[in-house]
Each structure stands twice: as structure tokens, then as C-alpha cells.
């Protein structure tokens, strides 16, 4: 039962946090940069709500890039969250159809990495869980994207502060988290797959761009990943 109750949502998120701080602070120094308004980047992390995406958006922006074409490479990226919320849709199979739709809606990839340690052990997770860990992560990025706007004139470069490695940082965490108790013969398959992920990154971006390289990798490795472990 540890993965039931909201509140244990919200500390099981905690670890997560200081991704979210320095990439979200980053967002809003770059947004007010930018030339856009604290309003402005508050509505981009609420309605958009993905670092990648929103960095993305600012950039096309900027240059006066059609609004067609914004929201179709908005799509592009965000595309892995079809993925990334199909991977654990059998724990909410019994909820309703907008329970499904708020936990989804919610999904980033930092409560992702979350979420899958327990799935991937048997654990049963809870919708009240998963809402716990998915607000708080929200609220969190909200927060931080407008404290980095209010103070973008200070600070100009976030990257001095090693802000630009928090979120490597805590992938690494949630990577590692996974392997806990893991087998060793898993241990190695992983491995295998991690390089083959990378390769496959590696040679398509030399025919495509980067976005769809890694889709498309993250995608034929999953695929390769779910054949072995048959």
C-alpha cells in the first residue's frame, strides 16, 4: 500500500524537484530574454507544460514562425507522452474514462521515471498516488518557470550555477532507482539496450533531426527491449 495516498505522492516527488527548479528557472530567465511577459511564460508552463516543448516555442517564436508549424513541432515532441502513458495505463485500466485523462494529462518524464520503479516491480499503484506525484510536480514547474522570469534581469546565466545539469542529475537518480534488486541478466539486457538506443540515435540524426531520431531509437528499442524479455 505505499503507493496509495496522495501524500505519499507528494514525498515520493520531492527527489524530483530540483530537476524541475533548474530547468524550469532556466525557462523563465530564457522567456524574459526573450521579450515575453511574466503572464506569458505563467501561460506556457500552465497550458503547454513541458520543458522541451517550451523551449521550443520561445525559439520559433522569436523568429515569427508561423503558428501552424509551432504547434505541429509542439506535437512532434510531446509525441513520447503517448508512450510514456500507455506504458503504465494497465494500473488505471479500472478508473474512469477522466481519471485516466487527469493522471495522463499530468505525465511528465521526470513522474514517469517515478512511477515506473514500482510498475516495473509488481507494485500496485494508486490513482491518489499518481495525483499526488503529478500535481505536486506541476505546481512545482508553474512556480519555478515564474520565480526565474521574476528574477531573469539578475540572472542572465543560469548555467553558471550548474543549473543546466539538475536535470541530467536527477535522471540518473531514477535511472539508478530502477536498477534496485534488478537481476543481474536484466542488469546487462539494460545495458545492451542503453547502447543500443544510443547508437541508433547517433546514426539516424545523420539523416534526420534530432527530435525524430530519438523517437524513432526510443521506439524500435522498446520494441527490441519487450522481444527479449519474452
Known amino acids: 500500500m505505499a503507493y496509495q495516498t496522495f501524500r505519499q505522492g507528494i514525498k515520493d516527488c520531492i527527489p524530483t524537484l530540483l530537476g ?3 530547468i524550469g528557472f532556466s525557462f523563465g530567465v530564457v522567456g524574459i530574454t526573450s521579450g515575453f511577459n ?14 522541451a516543448a517550451q523551449f521550443i516555442v520561445i525559439a520559433l517564436m522569436v523568429v515569427h514562425t508561423p503558428v501552424w508549424v509551432i504547434v505541429l513541432t509542439t506535437l512532434i515532441v510531446n ?9 503504465l495505463a494497465p494500473s488505471f485500466k479500472q478508473e474512469t474514462l477522466w481519471h ?4 495522463g494529462t499530468l505525465l511528465t518524464d521526470e513522474t514517469f521515471g517515478v512511477a515506473i520503479t514500482p510498475y516495473s516491480k509488481g507494485e500496485t499503484i494508486g490513482r491518489n498516488w499518481m495525483y499526488g506525484l503529478n500535481i505536486t510536480a506541476y505546481l512545482f514547474w508553474v512556480f519555478t518557470t515564474i520565480l526565474g522570469g521574476a528574477l531573469g534581469d539578475f540572472v542572465s546565466r543560469p548555467e553558471m550555477l550548474g543549473l543546466d545539469y539538475a536535470i541530467l542529475a536527477m535522471f540518473v537518480f531514477l535511472a539508478a532507482a530502477q536498477l534496485e534488486g534488478v537481476q543481474k541478466s536484466k542488469i546487462r539486457l539494460y545495458l545492451l539496450l542503453i547502447f543500443v538506443v544510443i547508437v541508433l540515435m547517433l546514426v539516424l540524426s545523420l539523416f534526420m533531426p534530432s527530435y525524430l531520431a530519438i523517437m524513432i531509437a526510443s521506439i524500435l528499442t522498446a520494441t527490441l527491449g519487450m522481444v527479449m524479455e519474452q
Open 100 to 103: 485516466r485523462i487527469g493522471i
Open 79 to 87: 509525441s513520447r507522452m503517448f508512450l510514456l502513458s500507455m506504458t
Open 20 to 22: 524541475y527548479a533548474g
Open 38 to 51: 511574466l503572464f506569458e511564460i505563467a501561460l506556457l508552463s500552465i497550458l503547454i507544460y513541458a520543458g
